[in-house]
């Protein structure tokens, strides 16, 4: 009965968890109780000591195991192998985390546990953000994307603040129930820890919703175009459709709305579908039809998406991503997926993607494990370990505009995208291709993570999707537009930009590097502490 009892806690953790998630379906206030069962299956088998640990591993899993197979199973629309490899893998390393709780709460003692998950959970997730096997789709403090007036002070300290607000909470309350249901402690006993649950949790909530309601941003518009040309990327998007036709679809719905005033064009990640050597792409299609529009409308510059590739000439260093043209031929070239923006000069800038998708575009420790690659997923286009460079390209414009064109995956590395910020940019520009995941939560989740980049940098953004959700998002977070699912569409509007930089932009992620410095060593302690014992 004990281990059925168990068993459904730690259903009920991952349960309360998906549910909390945006749009699975979105009760956002369940993540402050979501992880109380599995706190109360440690409690009922640490009585054990060291020898549940195993036994709480697996009932960590299995609780991780459901959060993640119900937010994140649409991976297997893009890639069966990708989605079971996903889930299992993530689940596996959340698991990780509480059975190292686990063990330091056995070790060292029951506050320092209790202390040492915090610690740990939030390493965690800045390191998910920074290893070779990154997945950052579940940090915890994205559970607040689509409620952005509780999260205003994400300016000062991201979403890891996010993440730190939710584990504190769990933890509170947590102790108060524990303490009136298994210690039999009266609730009268609780009221101090009651209070101080309360201030921890309507506190934030309380000033955020003051500062969403009196934020005023600073009037400097700028006019720009959005285009969703609604392309299927399986079966059009890469043979099926010509580059001539889908390029002209793109600047021929541009055009409906682009007129005088209007400062940019935005199309989706691989705009132009074809693979473009970087020094040819003055004469490629693509470019020649932007610069069509841009005589007519000599003030607007294009921001879109394509593929390119780089030649490493004889003799030239050339990175561990760089392919072969064949076995026997000592040339080598990279494949990189970028953003190029066009404008009336003859200059064009490009941007290729830092943070790549894992397992489509880049495959872990390719460094060292060339043989990998035969394992990359097959979407459509360029595939395998591509190319990337270290630190984004900013976007200026013949008017000195200041954006960061930021392609697809790059969204959802929030420190990341604060290089562009602290290089001066002033508006986000988001570019993608969500098509893969047909219509599910997937590409609903991309959109309101967005969100959480809009108030942590307090910059507007444009972004531009396929198949959609194209939307502009202003700097509290709020959705001014949005299109709709699967259809050909175009969105025109005034964005404010912003050169302000945040306490989050300046800091970065100073919530996980403190973590990460304090949970190393308290893992030496519980070490040290068990050899002392033994």
């Not at 993608?432 to 590409?443: L, R, V």
Request: aromatic share 16%; charged share 15%; with cysteine.
């Amino acid at each position: 009965m004990s281990q059925i009892k168990n068993t459904l806690l730690s259903l009920s953790s991952g349960l309360l968890l998906a549910v909390a998630w945006p749009e699975t379906p979105g009760i956002t206030f369940f993540i402050f109780v979501a992880f109380l069962p599995l706190l109360f299956v440690e409690h009922n088998l640490s009585k054990d000591g060291d020898n549940r640990s195993v036994a709480f591993f697996g009932q960590s899993y299995l609780a991780f195991f459901v959060f993640n197979l119900i937010t994140t199973w649409w991976i297997y629309y893009a890639s069966l192998t990708g989605a079971v490899m996903a889930i299992v893998f993530n689940s596996f390393f959340m698991a990780v985390v509480f059975f190292l709780f686990y063990l330091v709460k056995q070790r060292v003692g029951n506050k320092e546990g209790y202390i040492g998950l915090i610690l740990l959970w939030i390493a965690f997730e800045y390191l998910h953000l920074n290893w070779e096997l990154s997945w950052s789709w579940l940090t915890l403090g994205n559970a607040f994307a689509n409620t952005p007036s509780w999260i205003q002070w994400y300016e000062y300290t991201g979403h890891l603040g996010g993440s730190l607000w939710i584990l504190i909470g769990n933890l509170l309350l947590f102790f108060i129930v524990r303490n009136i249901i298994t210690y039999k402690k009266s609730f009268q006993g609780q009221i101090v820890r009651i209070l101080f649950l309360l201030i921890l949790l309507i506190g934030p909530m309380y000033w955020s919703i003051s500062v969403y309601t009196n934020y005023e941003e600073v009037v400097d518009p700028v006019e720009v175009v959005v285009v969703q040309p609604n392309i299927d990327p399986y079966t059009d998007k890469f043979g099926g459709m010509s580059e001539s036709d889908q390029i002209n679809r793109i600047f021929d719905l541009a055009e409906r709305e682009v007129d005088e005033n209007t400062d940019y064009i935005v199309a989706p990640e691989t705009s132009f579908p074809a693979n473009y050597w970087e020094h040819e792409i003055n004469y490629i299609y693509g470019t020649e039809r932007a610069r069509k529009t841009i005589e007519k409308f000599p003030q607007v510059t294009y921001v879109g998406g394509l593929s390119t590739a780089r030649l490493y000439t004889d003799g030239e260093d050339y990175p561990f991503t760089a392919r072969k043209f064949s076995d026997n031929s000592p040339g080598r070239y990279d494949i990189f997926n970028a953003a190029v923006q066009i404008d009336k000069t003859q200059n064009i800038a490009l941007h290729r993607k830092s943070k790549l998708v894992l397992g489509v575009e880049k495959l872990p420790f390719r460094k060292y494990l060339s043989f990998i690659d035969k394992f990359s997923i097959k979407l459509g286009g360029a595939s395998g370990s591509l190319g990337f460079q270290e630190h984004p390209t900013n976007f200026i414009n013949q008017d000195s505009i200041n954006v960061a064109p930021v392609i697809c995956y790059e969204s959802v590395y929030p420190e990341y995208v604060g290089q562009y910020i602290n290089q001066g940019a002033e508006l986000i520009f988001i570019i993608t291709n969500d098509g893969w995941w047909e219509n599910t939560a997937g590409y609903k989740h991309h959109l309101a993570y967005a969100r959480l980049l809009a108030i942590s940098y307090r910059r507007s953004i444009a972004r531009s999707a396929n198949t959609g959700i194209s939307a502009f998002v202003n700097q509290r977070g709020d959705v001014l537009q949005r299109t709709s699912w699967w259809q050909q569409d175009v969105l025109k509007a005034q964005l404010n930009k912003n050169d302000k930089i945040t306490v989050y932009a300046s800091n970065g992620d100073f919530i996980g590097r403190t973590a990460a410095l304090f949970a190393p060593l308290l893992l030496l302690l519980s070490y040290v502490r068990k050899v002392r014992n033994k």
